[in-house]
């Protein structure tokens, strides 16, 4: 078969099926529970003046609610394309630090991300409800802060230090899968929807502010002796693994 036979038949059936396509919009909010953990901190936990012990934090990011919106086509009843943006906002994290006995320190860790989720979709379509699963690519772009500061056990705190560490930079890759179901009525589909993604990030910045001065580092997996002082070891990688329920509505064009 000739190139231009190929390019003919592939036009025409982009057209066939553009003709027939079903073009929607949706959007839905839900709430995630982590599904990985990694190490992420180790706390600090003065026993007495002479001896400490510490102790590792484990947990994931991906635990928070979501915002999705999606434009998708189906270009038969039972195959379809889907382009989904969301927003997640990670539940913030508390650790306190007990250097000694007369001073703490407290830390709280948030986190989100933008994400841009290309999927296939597969239905079984019925009346009045009808079933589909989803596969698609997670392209996320995260974000990390971690306000910390110190606190005396008596005496004023505004003395003390306070400084806050913005981790950014990275395009995180992951994947996801969703089962859902939806309901016709009235003119518009109502869904509900169980997913799982799976996502990790390594952050490439780290910007450290006091409220007097701020300083950039670049985070990388090893440093020699002629990189610059702003280079900075990276962090283990921030996992955003999570199993959510979500719960929306469709509107078919």
């Known amino acids: ?67 999705k919106a999606a434009f998708g086509t189906f270009m038969t009843p039972g195959f379809g394309l889907e382009l989904g943006i969301n927003y997640h906002l990670s539940d913030k994290k508390t650790y306190e630090d007990h250097f000694s006995n007369a001073v703490s320190q407290s830390q709280y860790i948030t986190s989100h991300y933008w994400g841009i989720t290309p999927a296939v979709v597969l239905r079984i379509e019925s009346q009045p409800l ?3 699963a989803k596969a698609g690519i997670v392209f996320a772009f995260p974000n990390l802060v971690v306000d910390a500061y110190q606190v005396p056990i008596w005496g004023n705190s505004s003395n003390f230090p306070r400084y806050t560490n913005t981790y950014s930079g990275n395009i995180a ?33 780290l910007t450290e502010t006091d409220g007097t001065y701020s300083i950039k580092f670049t985070l990388k997996d090893s440093i020699s002796p002629t990189d610059p002082n702003t280079a900075s070891i990276a962090p283990r990688p921030t996992p955003f693994s999570a199993v959510g329920v979500t719960l929306g509505v469709k509107v078919n064009l």
């Open 173 to 205: 890759v992951g994947y996801s899968g969703t089962f859902g179901v939806e309901l016709a009525a009235n003119g518009l589909c109502y869904f509900v929807e169980a997913g799982f993604t799976g996502l990790s990030w390594q952050p490439a910045a």
């Open 1 to 67: 078969m000739s190139k231009t036979s190929i390019f003919l038949f592939l036009f025409l059936f982009t057209t066939y099926c553009s003709l027939r396509a079903q073009y929607y919009v949706q959007v839905s909010t839900g709430y995630s529970i982590a599904a990985a953990s990694e190490l992420n901190y180790q706390r600090i936990i003065r026993i007495d003046d002479l001896s400490i012990s510490r102790q590792n934090e484990y947990s994931s990011f991906g635990q928070g609610f979501d915002f």
């Open 130 to 132: 009808s079933m589909y």
